[in-house]
């Protein structure tokens, strides 16, 4: 199955901070084995839905294996009723298995918001998840916390990471 959405994951950790900020800490079995070096082939894709619908896709394309493979989302740019707001989305992502053998990943993400001027902060969140790729399938995806800003500036709006895999050949 191709393109399936794990929403119920193994999440060790995930923190959302901004104006008045909330934290949020679950834990599960944990991810335990690396992979072999290179094992694999990503394409991680950002994705922005905007409140009318309207989604907006950058991607990059990673090696994966024993060590964490960075990525990064700079300069995107979020258009909000307040004015434009401009996204930077950093991290790494780690593919691990479990005890039994099963195929995971392991995502650390962090985030931030500011305006064009980057004379304000609209806040910041940061997330540690581990998923598991659900059975037949070669993708996963995760959402990405929105912060809450003093004026909202960002109601509305969702980011979610896709990762594509296949192995390397």
Not at 47 to 62: A, F, Q, T, Y
Not at 107 to 124: D, I, R
Not at 131 to 139: E, H, I, K, N, R
């Amino acid at each position: 199955m191709t393109g399936a959405r794990l929403e119920a994951a193994v999440v060790p950790a995930s923190v959302a901070l901004g104006a008045g900020g909330r934290d949020k800490v679950e834990h599960a079995a944990p991810l335990i084995r690396s992979v072999a070096d290179g094992a694999y082939d990503g394409e991680l894709s950002l994705i922005h839905k905007s409140p009318d619908g309207k989604e907006d896709i950058l991607r990059r394309n990673l090696r994966l294996g024993t060590s964490d493979s960075p990525f990064l989302f700079s300069q995107d740019v979020l258009s909000t009723l307040d004015g434009v707001v401009t996204a930077s989305i950093k991290g790494t992502v780690r593919p691990m298995t479990t005890a039994a053998g099963a195929l995971g990943f392991q995502f650390e993400v962090k985030e931030g918001f500011t305006t064009p001027a980057a004379t304000q902060s609209v806040g910041s969140a940061a997330q540690s998840k581990a998923v598991l790729m659900p059975p037949g399938a070669d993708t996963v995806t995760i959402d990405l916390p929105m912060p809450r800003s003093p004026v909202d500036s960002l109601a509305g709006h969702t980011l979610s990471l896709r990762l594509k895999v296949t192995p390397h050949r």
